[in-house]
Every structure is written in C-alpha cells, then in structure tokens.
T-cell receptor, first 114, second 112 residues
C-alpha cells in the first residue's frame, strides 16, 4: 500500500538550531515528493518539491530536502531555524503516473523557542 | 494567497444534517481535489474532479458526494452528519500537466 511515514511527531528547537525532519515513503514506481508547511490557522503551502534530476532540492525560506532513492527517503533540512518556522510540516508523495492525489504523512509539529 | 477560495470558513451544524462546502480553483486550473484533515486520521484524499468529471476517489464515505460545475467550481456535499465528520476540509487545484497542488484556506466543520 502507498504510505508516507514521518518519524518525528513533535520537535522542539531553540532559534538558530539545525533542523532535520525525517520522511520515508512506500510507493511502487516513479514518485513526485513534496514538503508542505501549515502555519497556525493557515492553509497548506508548498515548501519544496522533487520531480526528477538533482536529488538535493532547495525550497523557500531556506529549506532544502534530499531524495535518497535507495532509502525511500525525502528528509527536510534547514541549517538555522527561526521562531517564525513554528508550524506543522507535511511530507507527501504522488506517483508520476497516477491522477495526482497526494498521500500525506502524519505531520510533524515544529515548535521553535525564541 | 494561493488563489484557491473556499466558503464558508467555519460551519457549525448538528448531527444528521447536510452541508455543502464550496471551492473555487485558481483561474485556469481544471483539477480540483478534496482532502479531509482530522486529528485521528490526518490529511486524507477524498475525491478529485477534472474538468467536470470525477477522476479519482479516495477514502470518501458514501454519505459524501461532490461535483464540479461548468465554471469549474466544486462543491462537496456531506449528509447525515456524524460527530466524527468534524474536521478541516481543504480543496486544492492543479494545472493541467502540472504536479503542484495549490490549497485553499479550508472549511472547518464542527458537528455537535
């Protein structure tokens, strides 16, 4: 079955700390991978996406993610977090050949302490 | 602002009732997806429409239905509501041939 697993449910960091959120997926075939962010009370916004090519992708607000095909992983990183990064982060996958429906992980709540 | 609009923002209703949630996609986007976000189930795909036709179904209950109109806006109809239907309902739109989905602000449904 297609699934996405996010390892951390709740992460608490101090400002300037480095961030890595884990994401593993189970999906047969070629995949497109996404990280979405949901700030408190707001809608989902796309942070970054991977379709093909360079497995290290850069997104908005200093975030990046690395696609490791052999590990079925797409971990999100940021070298130095800010208080404004406090939000919920969702990893999602869709097959390149399917209708495009997104399969989401459970989400990781990130709390950054000033 | 993603360009996707949803109304209403909040909806409070009673068990057994029926409600309609509305979504207007970004200009030119033909695909509309509906997702449900709840505390116990997380974010789940419900249904997709493309240019007026149903394209894919996910974990959508038989009590729920949707449609997409000629002007491309979509409505999600939820009937015989139960307490467990309380959730945030998002719609997203996607361009033809694109992979990125743009999400609306959601409708928060509370069933009392």
């Amino acid at each position: 079955a297609q699934s996405v697993s996010q390892h951390n449910h709740h992460v608490i960091l101090s400002e300037a700390a480095s961030l890595e959120l884990g994401c593993n997926y189970s999906y047969g075939g070629t995949v497109n991978l996404f990280w979405y962010v949901q700030y408190p009370g707001q809608h989902l916004q796309l942070l970054l996406k991977y379709f093909s090519g360079d497995p290290l992708v850069k997104g908005i607000k200093g975030f990046e993610a690395e696609f490791i095909k052999s590990k079925f992983s797409f971990n999100l990183r940021k070298p130095s977090v800010q208080w404004s990064d406090t939000a919920e982060y969702f990893c999602a996958v869709t097959g390149s050949s399917n209708t495009g429906k997104l399969i989401f992980g459970q989400g990781t709540t990130l709390q950054v302490k000033p | 602002d993603s360009g996707v609009t949803q109304t209403p923002k909040h909806l409070i209703t009673a068990t057994g009732q029926r409600v309609t949630l509305r979504c207007s996609p970004r200009s030119g986007d033909l695909s509309v997806y509906w997702y449900q976000q709840s505390l116990d189930q997380g974010l789940q795909f419900l249904i997709q429409y493309y240019n007026g036709e149903e394209r894919a179904k996910g974990n959508i209950l038989e009590r729920f239905s949707a449609q997409q109109f000629p002007d491309l806006h979509s409505e999600l109809n939820l009937s015989s509501l139960e307490l467990g239907d309380s959730a945030l309902y998002f719609c997203a739109s996607q361009t033809s041939g694109g992979h990125e989905q743009f999400f609306g602000p959601g409708t928060r449904l509370t069933v009392l």
